[in-house]
Structure formats: C-alpha cells, structure tokens
C-alpha cells in the first residue's frame, strides 16, 4: 500500500570516536525511507537547495523511493552537524543551518493525496496539520516531534495530537511532553491527548508501544559495533511503518511484528556512518536479523511449579 513521508532531507557532518563523516545524506525523510523502502514502496516529500547532491539521491530511486515529491529551491541546504561522547548516548549539536528547510511549506502531489500510510517527521507542527489537510482520509498517520517543538510550539503540537494515530517519540521528549518522569505514565498521559497509541524509544534500551489497555516492550539488538546512531530512530520509524505498508494491516498483532522490525532498522542504521549501515542490507538481510529478535525474546511456557 502507498507509504509516504514528510520531513527534512538534509546534509549531516558526524563525529564519533569512532570516525566521522562530512555532508553525508541526511534527514528525517531519508532515513525514513532508506529504511522503509526495504519493505515498502516509498514517496518523499521534503525540500533541498541547489547544493545537494541530487544524484546520490538518484542512486537510491530504484530501491523503491520516489523523491519527485522533493522541491529544488534556491538557496542552502539544510545542513547539521553533530559530535557523540564515547558511550554514543550524549550528543552535542555542533551547527545548524535551515537554508531553504526554514521557509519549507509542504505540497503534496494531487494523485499522492489519496496515500494510505503517513508518517510526518519531526517538522513544525504547524506545518504537520497542513500536510494532514491535503491528505484523504489515510488510514494510519504516525508522527513525531522534538523537544524544539513541545517548548516553542506546544499549543499547536497538542491540537496534531488529536488528528494523528500514533505518536512516535524518544523517552526524553514523552517525559517533557507529558511532565511525568515515569516513562508508563508519560505514554497513558499521551494517551489521554489523542493518539490510540503511542511508541517510546529508548535508544540501547529498545522501544514501547503503549496501547489503551496493554503495554509492548521491544529489546535492541545486541550488537558489538557501533559507529554512529544518527537516524536511527528515523529508521526504526521507516521499518515500522514499511512492515505496516506492506503487510497492510494495523491489527493489534501486526503493529507488535511492525515492532520488531522498526527495531531490525534501527539496528542495521547504527552500524555505519551515515546510511552506510543499509548498503548491504536486504530481505534476506532483515528477515535473518527479525528471526534473531524472535529467538532473543522468546521464552517457551513452562510447565508449573509444584
């Protein structure tokens, strides 16, 4: 079914102990569907300057992602630059540069209007209930916010929450949101604001999915090598929202399995710099690594105890 994503496609300059990269693709939006493209097909909606390497963004294409949705203004683009401490779980921001990301204003397509799976990344929200103005009637809108917004632009976020389906955020921005340090909390008092369902990431902890009347907690993967944990959360999003897309479904045992996967993308984005970590990832590829998030987690019942 017809997948598409609002957000930023940007420039990024990271430092890590364990290397660096400079005006690396960048964004929301192309984390998002590098990973979801993987599963699903995949329209981008976003704006870059005259600067940006618009053929690396070609080479991506026939995986499934389609950037005609994606303005060529004049000007800059949107560049960040960042550094990570050794543990890779502080970050301090180094530069940002809007350039023509400042004065985006989203338009989408008349024939992608009518797209079924919306995921808007962490923009205004402003600009967020503008996008959802020119959609017809989707059948799952997933968003997500950033600190910036629940402090600058709280009226206007608390009026989206009530027109989005799930809200997708990290722990820090849910207990800011929220004003509960308890993570379980924070996610019913979201509830309580509109969405049916909110997800919290928590970096190498994993993710929840807190519903009405249950809670799903999904485990990161274990891994030895980390490089750099730009997009990853991005990326989770783009793999849960491609499973969803693909499988077409929003039953309540499908958005735990859209779980598992966003948390295989997340996986596979930390492993290189940059989107380098998707290069040699493929069905195959996911299917192993989900299969290995079974295997992680399950626990065969038991016989009781006398």
Not at 23 to 43: E, H, I, P, Q
Not at 265 to 292: H, L, P
Request: proline share 6%.
């Amino acid at each position: 079914m017809p997948l598409m994503v609002v957000g930023s496609v940007a420039l990024d300059s990271v430092y890590t102990p364990f290397g660096e990269t400079a005006d690396a693709l960048g964004g929301s939006a192309v984390y998002f569907s590098v990973a979801a493209s993987l599963l699903s097909k995949v329209k981008v909606v976003g704006v870059i300057g005259g600067d940006y390497p618009t053929a690396e963004l070609d080479r991506l294409a026939p995986r499934g992602i389609d950037w005609s949705g994606v303005e060529r203004a004049e000007g800059e683009s949107f560049r960040w630059k960042g550094k990570y401490s050794y543990d890779l779980q502080s970050r301090e921001t180094l530069e940002t540069r809007l350039g023509v990301f400042a004065t985006f204003r989203p338009k989408l397509p008349p024939e992608w209007r009518a797209t079924k799976y919306l995921f808007l990344g962490n923009i205004d929200p402003e600009l967020q209930l503008a996008v959802l103005e020119q959609v017809q009637q989707p059948r799952l809108v997933v968003c997500d916010t950033m600190n910036y917004w629940i402090q600058g632009k709280r009226p206007e976020l608390l009026k989206l929450l009530e027109r989005v389906d799930i809200l997708l955020v990290n722990d820090g921005e849910a207990r800011e949101l929220s004003g509960n340090w308890n993570i379980h909390k924070a996610g019913r008092w979201i509830l309580d604001h509109g969405p049916k369902r909110v997800v919290i990431k928590q970096g190498e902890y994993g993710a929840l999915l807190v519903e009405p009347d249950r809670t799903f907690y999904a485990p990161a993967f274990p891994l030895e090598e980390v490089f750099d944990p730009t997009g990853a959360g991005d990326a989770f999003a783009g793999g849960f929202m491609g499973y969803l897309a693909r499988v077409d479904s929003v039953a309540p045992e499908q958005l735990r399995r859209a779980m598992i996967y966003g948390a295989a993308m997340g996986s596979f984005a930390v492993q290189g710099f940059g989107i380098r970590g998707f290069e040699n990832v493929d069905y195959d590829t996911i299917q192993r690594r989900v299969k290995a998030f079974v295997d992680l987690t399950h626990v065969p019942s038991a016989e009781p105890l006398p």
